[in-house]
């Protein structure tokens, strides 16, 4: 079965507003996402690389900073958690949450520990070279327990928690399983961005939201067989102790693995792309507050693809806006009528 036609329907996304106030917890690995943007006229005489002549640079905030702020953009309220370096990029990092209605007072600081940066090098709206500055060995005991403490301080205020793991060390094995026993004592559903290979790490959490290549990874699934998605969303469910996983496969869609029922999936959005850099957390951001709100599934899902599909028209790291989101909307239900056919974009998550 494939979601789109449906979701439009007229008083399908009238309750927009809902979003406004809804308070999400944000705990993961934050960034900061730097761009360079220059012209190429020549190639370098000293090596065969091409000569990138600098003419402005741009910054926003990445991995559960973008989370954050697109949440904000949208009208919630979230609470961010992470750590970053006692450098100028965790000043200038914090400097930007501010500019995005993301306080981040419970951004720790951790000394000896570096702020993680990429930076990118564009040239004609096209990425030549990226450039990393990160440690990804675990956070220290310490900053972990004080990350917990300002969960414990924060998440009997919340509607839901979102983890926004990038594999840098911030949710520690520790750190997850004191984590998804408070949720459950709150009976407040826990939404994950996962990374890695081991995703018993996330035993407890509602809903898993990797894109096609982890998932593929995470199950041990090759590619190349015939149904791989399907083969893999379905050995995750049984592997990992959540309630759903959504894979996310650009072109393709969104397909929803949810126990007790048969596979579904919602089409993607019929849009130019410009950069798909950031789209997957602009979907966890919009899922975690259709779920927050007690939206259905499909119909959450559907809405986080449109908001994606806004996403990627932009170039950089970019935020939506409830406002771009709404107009968006607005304009679909327009345009599925019942003799129009719906088209499906080229695009993936990253």
Not at 70 to 89: C, I, R, Y
Not at 144 to 160: G, N
Not at 174 to 189: D, E, F, G, P
Not at 271 to 281: E, F, Q
Request: proline share 4%; net charge neutral; hydrophobic share 40%.
């Amino acid at each position: 079965m494939r979601y789109t036609r449906a979701f439009y329907r007229t008083g399908d996304y009238d309750s927009l507003e809902v979003f406004n106030g809804t308070r999400v917890l944000v705990l993961g690995d934050v960034m900061l996402d730097r761009y360079w943007y220059g012209t190429v006229n020549r190639i370098s005489p000293e090596a065969p690389v091409p000569v990138v002549l600098k003419e402005r640079c741009t910054a926003t905030a990445g991995g559960a900073g973008n989370v954050a702020c697109n949440l904000a953009a949208l009208g919630a309220t979230p609470l961010l958690l992470g750590v970053v370096g006692n450098d100028e990029s965790g000043t200038e990092l914090r400097r930007i949450l501010v500019n995005n209605d993301v306080p981040p007072d419970c951004v720790l600081i951790g000394d000896g520990r570096r702020t993680t940066v990429k930076l990118r090098v564009v040239t004609n709206n096209q990425h030549i070279l990226r450039i990393d500055e990160e440690e990804s060995i675990p956070v220290s005991e310490c900053l972990s327990r004080m990350l917990f403490h300002h969960f414990s301080r924060l998440v009997d205020s919340v509607d839901v928690i979102l983890l926004s793991d990038y594999e840098k060390g911030v949710l520690t094995r520790t750190l997850l399983r004191n984590v998804m026993q408070a949720a459950s004592v709150r009976r407040l559903k826990v939404i994950v961005d996962p990374k890695g290979s081991d995703y018993s790490r996330y035993n407890g959490a509602y809903l898993l939201s990797p894109n096609s290549n982890e998932a593929l990874t995470a199950a041990r699934v090759s590619p190349d067989v015939p149904d791989a998605i399907t083969k893999a969303g379905l050995a995750l469910l049984d592997d990992v102790d959540v309630k759903v996983v959504l894979i996310t496969q650009g072109e393709k869609g969104i397909t929803i693995f949810e126990r007790g029922s048969a596979p579904n999936t919602v089409a993607a959005e019929a849009r130019s792309v410009c950069d798909v850099t950031g789209a997957g957390d602009t979907v966890v951001a919009v899922i975690a507050l259709g779920i927050a709100n007690g939206w259905e599934l499909g119909q959450a899902v559907a809405i986080a693809n449109a908001a994606a599909g806004l996403a990627i028209t932009q170039f950089g790291t970019t935020i939506v806006t409830l406002g771009q989101l709404r107009q968006f909307l607005d304009q679909r239900k327009r345009a599925y009528e019942p003799q129009v056919s719906s088209r499906v974009a080229s695009w993936s998550y990253q």
